[in-house]
């Protein structure tokens, strides 16, 4: 492959007995190349903001919502099921969040209309043995009764260009032609680095981006918009991407495609960009079917006992 991926080991108990519990990149490399070296936690894919029964709730990583420091014993993120293709090529979770153990929903004593509301998140994802990119998909299902008002998609990664001792000279910009934020080395030049960027497809651009250093990239619940800063660097540097749908609906399903694409000087990793996009278009009609496939609704009762419980999580 010349994706080469090293995930985030989330719990050594469930490594132990084989179950995958995540999809947080550690490192990535791109013909040899390192482009990711143990990104910042909470700029490490997915995040969701949304307000339900008028509660703000905002999760900064999905992918580490056992690190969210809410001392409970009942998981806000439940991992119900996870499946992969034979050769690890193609791997789907599915995951049940209960937005009415959020703390302050709690703490309000908001009584649902019905037991136990939930929102569903599925993620497919597609990586390829020739094919200079990774493709994802984020699928969100409203099983609550209320509406999810003013829902923000998050997508943040915080890449490394030649690794961990080569922050110092990235720089991060946002193709406003191409609508993909990309990091490279302003060392080396966009015409020979490595260069790595996320983007989505062409009825689905983003409502904001931002480029800039990752402590400045924290999303919070009084600043929930990206800035639209389209460059940073040379410095330390990290990308976002958001995407906002004023509700949700009951029942209603809302799916986020984006792809993570590689290439090795500009001209390269455009095309790679303008191949990418097609094929993530020619994926993306076929994910509802996907979600509603039966073993996506199964619930592993392993999965459902252990899954993102304080008790089990590794505490690093």
Known sequence: MDVLVDYETVCVNCKEKGYSFGYTFKTIKYKNRTVMDIPTRYLNGPCIAFEY????????????????GVAQKT????????????DSTITRFTYLYSPQYHPEVVKKKIQPERPDPR??????????????YILMFYSF?????????????????DFD?????????????????????FQYDAQEGKQLSPIVGIGTINDNIPTHFECNAPQDLLITPERLNLRDCNRKGPAECAVGLQWHIPSIGPGQMEVFPVMMVFGLGEEKFK????????????????????VNGKFRQLIDPELEKMSFSMREWCKD
């Open 75 to 86: 998981p806000l993120f439940t991992m119900i099921n996870a499946k992969r293709n034979n």
């Open 161 to 181: 260009i030649n690794g961990e001792e080569g922050y110092k000279t990235d720089s991060a910009e946002y193709d406003e032609k191409l609508n993909i934020a």
């Open 119 to 132: 929102v569903l998140e599925y993620v497919d994802i597609y990586r390829y043995h020739d094919k200079p």
């Open 271 to 290: 095309a790679n960009v303008l191949e990418a996009r097609a094929h993530l278009e020619k994926i993306s009609p076929s994910i509802f079917n996907v």
């Open 53 to 68: 029964k008028e509660i703000p709730i905002l999760i900064r990583s999905l992918e580490n919502s056992h690190h969210l």
């Open 141 to 157: 299902r409203n099983s609550t009764h209320d509406p999810l008002r003013n829902f923000n998609f998050y997508q943040f990664y």
